[in-house]
């Protein structure tokens, strides 16, 4: 199985939205609802923003919402504060009971 | 509050074997399924492996062939990687996690990982 696709890099300047894309196939992102997505400081575990699509857990802000369109999926990051600054990875359930992370991607806040 | 604390890694030599273990506390450990998921440096995320809340059912990465398997132990609330035979890109740093309340394909919340570096 091989990693969903993210684009290395976005940014955006503090205010401004931001939208990460992870496109995967009608066997992950496509053929599932299962898919979420997570953020890691340098150093850091990750922690869970979005699942089930576009489902926030309690304590994340409103600002993070996600979607999804086909076999990609796109979380955007609302009214960038300075804390988002951080990698973002998707992930999504595929047959056979795996899981399969995106490849990453660095928001910088300008 | 949750607690996810790993442990056992360490340098290892290609071929040889390690465990890992995953020290659970602040949530009932046996009515959740659990993760690994590890790191290599500067890279991304890799899902290992997934066991039930009672340890009857396990799922791994096809990616592994075979040479990882994860256990529990509900008496101890303790969660285990077993790894064999292993290589130098097995070097990574290996998260401990639960599975979110709303499904196991969710992960979170995650241990603060333990290093595990495979070289000669």
């Known amino acids: 199985q091989s990693a969903l696709t993210q684009p290395p890099s976005a940014s955006g300047s503090p205010g401004q939205s931001v939208t990460i894309s992870c496109t995967g196939s009608?066997?992950?992102?496509?053929?599932?609802?299962?898919v979420s997505w997570y953020q890691q400081y340098p150093g850091k575990a990750p922690k869970l923003m979005i699942y089930e699509v576009t489902k926030r857990p309690s304590g994340v802000p409103d600002r993070f919402s996600g979607s999804k369109s086909g076999n990609t999926a796109s979380l955007t990051v609302s009214g960038l504060q300075a804390e988002d600054e951080a990698d973002y990875y998707c992930?999504?359930?595929?047959?056979?009971?795996?899981?399969?992370f995106g490849t990453g991607t660095k928001v910088t806040v300008l | 509050q949750v607690q996810l604390v790993e442990s056992g890694g360490g340098l290892v030599q290609p071929g040889r074997s390690l465990r890992l273990s995953c020290a659970a506390s602040?949530?009932?450990?046996?009515?959740?399924?659990m993760h690994w998921v590890r790191q290599a440096p500067g890279k991304g995320l890799e899902w290992v492996a997934v066991i039930s809340y009672d340890g009857g059912n396990t799922y791994y990465a096809h990616s592994l062939e075979g040479r990882f398997i994860i256990s529990r132990d509900n008496s101890k609330n303790m969660l285990f990687l077993q790894m064999n035979n292993l290589r130098v890109e097995d070097t990574a740093v290996y998260y401990c996690?639960?599975?979110?309340?709303?499904?196991?394909?969710?992960?979170?919340?995650w241990g603060q990982g333990t290093l595990v570096t495979v070289s000669s």
């Open positions: 602040g949530f009932t450990f046996s009515s959740y399924g």
């Open positions: 009608s066997s992950d992102v496509g053929g599932y609802k299962y």
């Open positions: 996690a639960r599975r979110a309340e709303w499904d196991w394909r969710y992960v979170d919340p």
């Open positions: 992930s999504s359930s595929t047959g056979g009971n795996n899981l399969v």
